[in-house]
């Protein structure tokens, strides 16, 4: 059975469309990212971070009882996508059509403002409701706005989220419980989320995100929302399948990946026999690259086991979005689909010095190696890589028809 994708509903700092996000991702616009203040801990002990931010004019209240930033910023993405839900739910029936939501951030916005009154007056608001917090009200959210009444499920797999979510999607129809499901993902920068990275080491505090670097540092943090309706026949005509999936879990550590790209590469071979496909027919790749030194490494490691002397084009956009966490697998799969439908590689910003001890990758540079493709060559094939902590791996592949 045929996977079909409908265009990317997004918004991001690069971009609050699809043709505005691939224009920054080709062109390598770092226009998304900016410095955002923590006020968390009040003024003396604020931090200042490079992060892939949404314009505050650019959200709008949701109408929800629980309004917050994270609503907002999937609501933004959602509303594009209103017209597809509509044609799977008049197709198939509401009750037909599913729902598989990444995500990392369950409301802290909310439980931030709350824990604070409670912190200075000994008490919580009368209207605090731990509901907006539960690990399905982003699926619920996204169920009632859209009219959809079939299974409504949250995933958080950390930075693989909505990774997982597309996947078990596709599980759906493929078991024939549903025809059709809105899935993607969805996170914002809470004070939470960067301070929570900071505290770990894992940000870099004084540049933008380097990956695959020797002088890389760290993440750049970012916020965004990608959706996709996947269905089984092609309600937009993009001819655009989603050809295969892998996943694996390395489980041996909380944060850090296997070391030796073994687990990643798992992931790749699943979602390549997944698709009857060879990893010379990939023709290119989104790559995870965060930026951290463990990732980075593992994620070279991989591809190198998987792809040996086929210097397959790679690149990774996160230099121009930031990692968005849940909605990163969604968002990343997004730059693979407009690659395919307008055949330019999306660049990598970065200093170029690749780390001598990551095996040697060809990846997408901009200005110098970025052109656009042949018609000798043309980009039909992609592969996008999602690697989170608690090593939970996903790879996926899109093709034309």
């Given amino acids: 059975m045929n996977i079909y994708l409908s265009n990317p509903a997004l918004i991001c700092g690069a971009g609050s469309t699809a043709e505005e996000f691939y224009d920054s991702i080709t062109t390598g616009n770092q226009k998304g990212i900016k410095k955002v203040t923590t006020t968390l801990a009040g003024e003396e002990g604020a931090k200042t971070f490079f992060a892939g931010h949404i314009d505050d004019e650019k959200l709008t209240p949701t109408g929800s009882k629980y309004d917050m930033r994270f609503l907002q910023v999937m609501d933004a993405a959602l509303n594009q996508l209103q017209d597809t839900a509509e044609k799977a739910v008049s197709k198939y029936g509401a009750e037909r059509v ?30 605090y409701d731990l ?86 540092k760290g993440i750049t943090l970012g916020e965004g929302a990608a959706f996709f309706v996947l269905s089984k026949d092609d309600l937009e005509n993009t001819g655009i ?19 030796d790209g073994t687990g990643a590469k798992q992931a790749m071979e699943q979602a390549l026999k997944d698709a009857d496909l060879k990893p010379q027919q990939i023709d290119y790749i989104n790559l995870h690259g965060t930026g951290t030194h463990l990732n980075d490494s593992m994620e070279g490691k ?100």
């Fill in 302 to 401: 991989g591809v190198d086991l998987v792809f040996g002397e086929y210097k397959v084009p790679v690149s990774t956009t996160k230099p121009m979005t930031g990692h968005t966490l849940g909605a990163a697998g969604a968002l990343e799969l997004a730059a693979c689909f407009m690659t395919i439908k307008n055949q330019k590689l999306p660049v990598q910003i970065w200093d170029g010095q690749q780390d001598p001890e990551i095996p040697q990758l060809n990846i997408v540079t901009c200005p110098a190696s970025h052109k656009p493709v042949t018609p000798e060559k043309p980009v039909k094939i992609c592969m996008s890589n999602s690697f989170a902590f608690g090593g939970c791996n996903a790879s996926l592949i899109i093709r034309e028809v």
């Fill in 98 to 127: 599913a729902v598989c939501i990444g995500q990392c951030d369950n409301g802290s916005y909310l439980s931030l403002k709350a824990h604070q009154q409670f912190f200075g007056t000994g008490s919580f608001a009368p209207d």
């Fill in 131 to 216: 509901k907006a917090q539960g690990a399905d009200y982003a699926a619920t959210f996204a169920a009632e706005k859209l009219g959809v009444k079939g299974p409504a499920l949250s995933f958080a797999t950390a930075c693989s989220s909505s990774a997982t979510a597309i996947i078990k999607a596709k599980e759906l129809i493929k078991a024939g419980i549903v025809d059709a499901a809105i899935a993607g993902g969805a996170d914002i920068t809470s004070d939470t989320v960067l301070l929570g990275f900071n505290s770990l080491e894992a940000i870099d505090t004084e540049k933008i995100s380097n990956p695959f670097s020797a002088s890389r």
């Fill in 241 to 259: 399948l989603l050809a295969g999936s892998g996943e694996s879990s390395d489980a041996g550590h909380m944060t850090a990946p296997l070391a």
